[in-house]
């Protein structure tokens, strides 16, 4: 029904910065909240910014002046610029996306993740 792409991981030094985007498509009437959230080695996937389909904004308290979301509506993108990249930032990186449907149903998707690594 809906397919979640994400891309722009990678290998990054400590202080480095790296964007992450992530395109939806498919059978897609709208797109409420889009979001990232990451999931680091023995640890649970946490929310690390949200963007609702306005401008209104949410981000974890680890990344807040560092990362910066926004989406393109039009393109049913979302990106994730993060800059003054840390060690304790590696994780896989996972796109959300709260969209509703032609049938009225609103579902929640998520991407194949991208692995984002911070070390020198």
């Known amino acids: 029904q809906v397919q979640l792409v994400e891309s722009g991981g990678g290998l990054v030094q400590p202080g480095g910065s790296l964007r992450l985007s992530c395109a939806a498509s498919?059978?897609?009437?709208?797109?409420?909240?889009m979001g990232w959230y990451r999931q680091a080695p023995g640890k649970q996937r946490e929310p690390v910014a949200t963007i609702q389909s306005g401008t209104r904004t949410n981000y974890a308290d680890s990344v807040k002046g560092r990362f910066t979301i926004s989406r393109d509506n039009a393109k049913n993108t979302v990106y994730l610029q993060m800059n003054s990249l840390k060690p304790e930032d590696t994780a896989v990186y996972y796109c959300?996306?709260?969209?509703?449907?032609?049938?009225?149903?609103?579902?929640?998707?998520w991407g194949q993740g991208t692995q984002v690594t911070v070390s020198s």
């Open positions: 498919g059978s897609i009437f709208s797109i409420n909240a």
């Open positions: 959300n996306a709260q969209v509703q449907l032609y049938s009225g149903a609103i579902r929640s998707f």
